[in-house]
């Protein structure tokens, strides 16, 4: 998928990987924005408890911190919109400069993490044991297109991180 040109990372992608990767980012804008609330395990999951038995401590670091790194992690989201084609009636080549990059794997992985609290995926899950479950029980399922978007983020963070320690 990805490779490294110069200094630059490209990849090129499908019309369906444009949509998903559209869809994925707005969603992690949005839950940053207008969905943002410290109950939801998401958010949980993406700003976590720094001091988990001193709430006051926690409440302290989050009222110095919270606003720039929610702000970081819609920019970087926003990288990942800005590198895509225009229109997600194409796929098209995406050129990333370096900083972009690193945009775009720190999105992947949040974007990974909301998705993995929401399908309940956790360290030990072997995700293709999921998925076959999945297809077993219902191929059309949701969930198994939710597993195989998880699996196909996984796999394109892990192509652009090669890209970039070549």
Known sequence: MFHRQGERYVASFAVDEVRVLRKVAGEVVGLLTDGFDHGDPVVGRLFPEVYPDDSAGTAEFRRYTEGDLKTAK????GAILAALPDTTDAGGEVRLD???????LRALNDARL?????LDISDGTDLGEELDEAMALDPTSSR???LSVYAYLGYLQESLLNALVD
């Open 74 to 77: 819609i920019d970087q989201a």
């Open 98 to 104: 370096a900083e972009a990059a690193e945009a775009w």
């Open 114 to 118: 909301a998705m993995g609290v929401r």
């Open 144 to 146: 198994v297109f939710q």
